[in-house]
């Protein structure tokens, strides 16, 4: 299928998503593949906030930083980058081919709501706000509002949306998107955007408490 006419030109290199950064040129990273794994990122941030609801709920303290930061991580690499390469290479061709359309509708939606609840996250989660039981609750019910949409969202792109993709574009195009997917991450993220993003998760599940995943294994 032809790309879109008010998509940029795209020029494929012959080799899909670009190499990994670990050195390893023959280990190429598909385009659907990396959608997945910065999904990935978007879970841990979901385990994240699903922490501070426990911690609200049992009326404990938490740093408000932690919700903070990783509110902006959502918004910096998910709903600019990620989510903005859905909307503007992948959404308009499922429309184009009819494919999916009510699907991408609904995501679509979800997008726009996903960055209202990541506004009012932000300013919710300063410490004076948080000294307020009321407060706190609001706090809690942006966070519960957020994972319960994006659990699904998440899954519906990468077991429907994602792998349909492949077969609406043809494998020259597949394989452009990807090389600009790249070229977009390493101008937005000044190198890879993944695993600075990785880093930082971990840096925040660290000062909360819930790195080591140990601590969930079942004791059965």
């Not at 503007?88 to 991408?104: C, E, I, S, T």
């Not at 090389?179 to 390493?186: A, Q, R």
């Amino acid at each position: 299928m032809a790309a879109l006419s008010t998509a940029p030109r795209l020029v494929a290199q012959g080799k899909g998503r670009a190499a990994t950064k670990k050195g390893d040129e023959n280990e190429k990273i598909s385009l659907a593949e990396d959608l997945m794994r910065e999904h990935g990122v978007l879970k841990r941030v979901l385990l994240i906030y699903r922490a501070i609801m426990n911690r609200i709920d049992s009326k404990r303290d938490f740093p408000p930083d932690v919700i903070i930061s990783s509110a902006k991580l959502i918004r910096a690499f998910v709903e600019d980058y990620h989510e903005k390469l859905e909307e503007d290479y992948l959404f308009p061709r499922f429309r184009k081919a009819n494919k999916l359309v009510d699907l991408v509708d609904v995501l679509n939606q979800q997008h726009q709501k996903g960055r209202v609840l990541t506004d009012r996250t932000i300013q919710l989660a300063s410490p004076s706000v948080l000294k307020e039981a009321r407060q706190r609750a609001n706090l809690r019910n942006m966070l519960y509002q957020f994972v319960r949409m994006y659990e699904p969202h998440e899954a519906r792109e990468d077991t429907i949306l994602f792998p349909a993709f492949r077969k609406i574009v043809s494998e020259h195009e597949y394989d452009a998107l990807g090389e600009e997917f790249e070229k977009k991450e390493n101008q937005l993220f000044h190198g890879d955007g993944f695993e600075k993003n990785v880093d930082a998760v971990a840096k925040l599940e660290k000062e909360l408490g819930i790195y080591d995943l140990a601590q969930f294994t079942l004791t059965v």
